[in-house]
């Protein structure tokens, strides 16, 4: 693979990433007004993380990592410019507190994506 390439599947991996956290974080800040079950966020970042793994296995713990960064920073510029937020109470260690359980559940989705190929690949080639 040249090196052209290694850059192109990068950039790509940090794109898809970063458009699944768009989208997470804007149903988290914007859907019901911002008062979506958390359970549902959690849900759509496991959901992306483990389709990451399924697709690009371990590499693809790029792509989870710009998802998952878009979740926390999204509160760290509504508590920055002061706007309304729905996570309660509204302080840095509540959003760190976000980030790091996010950031678990990122790398489970992830992990669980690996599995299921691995197990899925080693199936379909016949191997026991």
Not at 33 to 51: D, H, K, N, W, Y
Not at 73 to 101: C, E, M, R, W
Request: hydrophobic share 55%; charged share 5%; proline share 4%.
């Amino acid at each position: 693979m040249s090196s052209t390439n290694i850059k192109n599947s990068l950039l790509l991996l940090l794109v898809v990433g970063f458009c699944a956290g768009v989208v997470i974080a804007a149903v988290d800040n914007f859907a019901f007004e911002g008062e979506v079950s958390p359970i549902v966020i959690v849900g759509m970042l496991f959901t992306a993380t483990a389709s990451f793994g399924a697709i690009w296995t371990w590499r693809g713990g790029l792509a989870t990592v710009a998802a998952w960064a878009c979740v926390p920073l999204a509160h760290v510029a509504k508590h920055v410019l002061g706007l309304p937020d729905t996570l309660q109470p509204n302080t840095y260690t509540s959003i760190l507190l976000l980030a790091i359980f996010t950031f678990a559940v990122a790398v489970i989705g992830t992990g669980c994506g690996v599995l299921l190929r691995k197990l899925t690949t080693a199936s379909s080639q016949g191997n026991p």
